[in-house]
């Protein structure tokens, strides 16, 4: 049987990370009522920027939730639920403030996210297998 404190960090972790992502659409809204472009980016690279830092957060952060939410359901202590959730969330804002940048190369905030993301990702895999197995 689970423990359903083991879903208070997941609820919470899931709701700053989509909150993170309504912030992120609006942000895009926003802009494309200033650029007054309905569809595409109207070669304004704010906008495209905008775009694709509410995209980028849209293809990881469900992932992520759907793994964090099938660690609690394998029992994994609540700190562990809380470190990949509030990683994930400070992993995402970081992306997202780097991609918004209009700089020479990559931000490090940027690739500070990016690689946060990926070790998350890593280690919710793992942790996944590990339960599953042992």
């Given at each position: 049987?689970?423990?359903?404190?083991?879903?208070?960090?997941?609820?919470?972790?899931?709701?700053?990370?989509?909150?993170?992502?309504?912030?992120?659409?609006?942000?895009?809204?926003?802009?494309?009522?200033?650029?007054?472009?309905?569809?595409?980016?109207?070669?304004?690279?704010?906008?495209?920027?905008?775009?694709?830092?509410?995209?980028?957060?849209?293809?990881?952060?469900?992932?992520?939730?759907?793994?964090?939410?099938?660690?609690?359901?394998?029992?994994?202590?609540?700190?562990?639920?809380?470190?990949?959730?509030?990683?994930?969330?400070?992993?995402?804002?970081?992306?997202?403030?780097?991609?918004?940048?209009?700089?020479?190369?990559v931000p490090v905030t940027?690739?500070?996210?990016?690689?946060?993301?990926?070790?998350?990702?890593?280690?919710?895999?793992?942790?996944?297998?590990?339960?599953?197995?042992?």
């Amino acid at each position: 049987m689970m423990n359903e404190g083991a879903l208070y960090p997941v609820a919470l972790w899931a709701a700053l990370n989509l909150g993170l992502m309504l912030l992120l659409g609006l942000n895009v809204s926003r802009m494309r009522v200033k650029a007054g472009v309905g569809l595409g980016t109207g070669d304004d690279p704010k906008l495209e920027r905008a775009i694709r830092a509410h995209g980028n957060n849209t293809e990881y952060v469900p992932g992520l939730l759907i793994g964090l939410g099938l660690l609690a359901l394998l029992q994994f202590p609540a700190w562990f639920l809380h470190t990949v959730g509030g990683g994930l969330f400070v992993a995402r804002i970081l992306q997202a403030h780097g991609i918004q940048q209009i700089t020479e190369g990559v931000p490090v905030t940027r690739a500070a996210g990016n690689l946060l993301t990926w070790l998350l990702y890593l280690v919710t895999v793992v942790a996944l297998l590990y339960g599953i197995w042992f």
